[in-house]
């Protein structure tokens, strides 16, 4: 699992004694887990902003909240902190962070993503395209962004009916509908126009 070195705990303990805030925490996520676009993050953590399914663990002078979604990709990271001539810096590193991790038992984002990353977006890219997931909508929506040579591409519609919507919904069956939310009125880049 992750390693937060001795000199991260003690920096990351002294940022959290600077928030005046009573029980403060940090936790622990990764955007994009999965995706080349992983990064991953550490904000703070105030009494009640942890959600119910994080794991907790507790360090002596602070705790650290989880996200479920992100603990397999989590495996083999560490947090470190080097003091240097500007005063130091802290940083993470989540070799899993970046690897499809992808089950039956993953959620629909993640499924998705692992799709469109996998599968769809090396297809795109022959065109300068790609497309991105950005956000299940009321559960079963897969709500998609084009960009690159397929914003404003005059073959878009056939790209997200015959191709994206259709592997996504054979592949992901929770799934009921996708839509595109991409502004096509912009043309400059379009592989077809």
């Given at each position: 699992m992750i390693t937060i070195t001795e000199s991260a705990q003690e920096y990351l303990a002294e940022l959290l004694s600077k928030q005046d805030c009573e029980g403060i925490a940090v936790r622990i996520f990764i955007l994009d887990a999965g995706t080349p676009k992983a990064e991953t993050c550490i904000s703070f953590c105030r009494p009640g902003e942890s959600q119910e399914s994080d794991e907790l663990r507790t360090y002596p002078a602070f705790n650290a909240y989880l996200e479920a979604r992100s603990i397999p990709f989590l495996k083999d990271a560490t947090v470190d902190y080097s003091k240097d001539a500007m005063g130091g810096q802290l940083t993470i590193k989540a070799p899993n962070s970046r690897l499809p991790?992808?089950?039956?038992?993953?959620?629909?984002?993640?499924?998705?993503?692992?799709?469109?990353?996998?599968?769809i977006n090396p297809g795109l890219a022959s065109h300068g395209g790609v497309v991105t997931l950005e956000e299940i909508f009321e559960d079963s929506v897969a709500i998609l962004k084009f960009g690159g040579g397929c914003q404003g591409c005059g073959m878009v519609d056939v790209t997200l009916k015959e191709g994206v919507e259709k592997t996504l919904l054979e592949q992901?069956?929770?799934?009921?509908?996708?839509r595109d939310i991409t502004d096509h009125s912009q043309t400059e880049n379009a592989y077809f126009k």
């Amino acid at each position: 699992m992750i390693t937060i070195t001795e000199s991260a705990q003690e920096y990351l303990a002294e940022l959290l004694s600077k928030q005046d805030c009573e029980g403060i925490a940090v936790r622990i996520f990764i955007l994009d887990a999965g995706t080349p676009k992983a990064e991953t993050c550490i904000s703070f953590c105030r009494p009640g902003e942890s959600q119910e399914s994080d794991e907790l663990r507790t360090y002596p002078a602070f705790n650290a909240y989880l996200e479920a979604r992100s603990i397999p990709f989590l495996k083999d990271a560490t947090v470190d902190y080097s003091k240097d001539a500007m005063g130091g810096q802290l940083t993470i590193k989540a070799p899993n962070s970046r690897l499809p991790q992808v089950n039956d038992d993953s959620s629909i984002e993640d499924r998705v993503n692992y799709v469109l990353y996998n599968e769809i977006n090396p297809g795109l890219a022959s065109h300068g395209g790609v497309v991105t997931l950005e956000e299940i909508f009321e559960d079963s929506v897969a709500i998609l962004k084009f960009g690159g040579g397929c914003q404003g591409c005059g073959m878009v519609d056939v790209t997200l009916k015959e191709g994206v919507e259709k592997t996504l919904l054979e592949q992901i069956p929770q799934l009921t509908e996708v839509r595109d939310i991409t502004d096509h009125s912009q043309t400059e880049n379009a592989y077809f126009k």
